[in-house]
């Protein structure tokens, strides 16, 4: 077996950087703004979020073929921070080159295609189905270079576990959790119980791995008007019921949640494998942490991200060389080993590379074959329309705004429908 570790090399998700490598590379010709010298130099800017995996050392690959291009690399604070930015200068001024985007924001982003450069048609085909499918406009263009895709397991604290007189070992945590949501929650009880400590990160978390699994939470996949389907109201009662006891009640990507991945605030939290790079990033020092291929409910898909090239870029052809580059099997991969990001290039899931991998903190962990089982078991594809962004991230705020006691549940209920009832 490969037992190439996979190791998180960079900044955690949630802290804005900015680094600058001096790239090898030749801007290409075409495109709106190329420089005209196909051999100049040239900067190209590349703004993600979160961790792509795109690390310095990754970068600087880029240089053994491309030896005039500089790349400055941006990084936001939060998903949230990147999409105002991205939907306030789409097709206007002071965007980066290659701009990275969420897979919930693609809706939005659709109504505005025509203001980015498509994906050339010789790499369609590169990317699972759904996945090219998001991000293909009514013209058929590809407008969106697929990047991760974000199956999930269950990440946990052995020795958390341990202390509850709970099973430590992956395959006997496995069959503990296998099941419905209803099973987790009750195995949540039995470890608070034991404990007196949270079982789960927060509530915001959880329900985000829930509604994943249903097929038309907010919109009606044939109108793509809102149409709130009845489970989400029951998800909602049901996570929230949970974590009155269960929940540590840390809000994701909050410096206390952070603090939390490494202090045993919460022994159990939902992985998708772009998580595995924050974890460690956070907990380097901790020796618990380990992975369960298992998901409650069956399977679930929570994120995934593209790249996407602004059509007025000043290096259009250049940028879409580099966007290519970052996309491909190879580099997909090498994503993976830096932050756990799973590939969406079918290339790249049938690689051994992929499927032998195992992860060094998390207990030695197979990850690759765990996640692609994970991604095997995917079911469900949610509908995610023009409003989904909106929709729920008012529902975040109201399940946080029970979390923090500003309001109870059914307050917080109501505050959302009248919410989500002015959203045109």
């Known amino acids: 077996m490969n037992t190439r570790a996979l190791r998180r090399i960079g900044l955690v998700a949630g802290v804005a950087t900015t680094s600058a490598l001096v790239l090898a590379g030749c801007a290409g010709s075409g495109g709106g703004g190329d420089t005209s010298d196909p ?10 979020f979160n961790d792509f995996g795109y690390t310095d050392a990754l970068l600087a690959e880029y240089s053994k073929e491309h030896p005039n291009v500089k790349i400055v690399h941006n990084k936001a604070a939060t998903s949230n921070d990147a999409r105002a930015n991205y939907f306030q200068k789409l097709g206007k001024t002071g965007l980066a080159d290659i701009e990275a985007i969420e897979i919930d924001w693609m809706p939005e982003v659709m109504k ?42 269950v990440c946990y604290r052995s020795d ?34 034991a404990t007196g400590k949270a079982f ?5 978390g959880t329900y985000q791995g829930m509604i994943n699994q249903v097929e038309a939470a907010y919109e009606d996949p044939s109108s793509g008007e809102i149409d709130i389907a009845p489970e989400v109201e029951d998800i909602y009662n049901q996570v929230l019921d949970a974590s009155a006891t269960q929940s540590a009640h840390l809000g994701q990507w909050s410096d206390d949640w952070m603090a939390g991945l490494s202090n045993g605030a919460f022994a159990t939290m939902l992985c998708p494998g772009w998580m595995l790079g924050v974890i460690e990033g956070n907990a380097k020092d901790v020796t618990g942490w380990d992975i369960a291929n298992v998901f409650p409910g069956g399977g679930g898909n929570w994120g995934g991200s593209y790249l996407t090239v602004p059509a007025n870029g000043k290096n259009v052809a250049a940028a879409q060389e580099l966007a290519d580059w970052l996309t491909s099997p190879e580099t997909q991969l090498k994503a993976f080993e830096n932050a756990g990001t799973f590939p969406s290039q079918l290339d790249a899931m049938k690689s051994d590379t992929l499927l032998d991998s195992t992860n060094e903190f998390f207990n030695n962990a197979p990850v690759g074959q765990i996640l692609t089982d994970r991604a095997n078991a995917v079911t469900v594809s949610p509908f995610k329309g023009e409003f989904y962004f909106q929709i729920n991230d008012a529902m975040q705020k109201a399940l946080t705004r029970v979390e923090d006691g500003t309001q109870d549940k059914q307050a917080s209920w109501d505050q959302w429908k009248t919410e989500v009832a002015a959203i045109k």
Do not use: C, H, M
């Open 200 to 204: 789960f990160d927060s509530a915001g």
């Open 39 to 48: 051999n100049g130099e040239v900067t190209l800017t590349v703004a993600t």
């Open 112 to 153: 505005y295609s025509d203001l980015l450069a498509p994906v050339p048609d010789d790499l369609k085909g590169r990317w699972l189905d759904w996945k090219e499918k998001g991000a293909t406009d009514a013209d058929g263009n590809l407008i969106g270079y697929g990047t991760d895709i974000g199956p999930e397991g």
């Open 160 to 193: 958390l576990f341990a202390a509850a007189g709970l099973p430590t070992d992956r395959d006997e945590v496995t069959k503990l959790l296998e099941g419905d949501w209803a099973n987790y929650f009750a195995v949540g009880e039995q470890y608070t119980k």
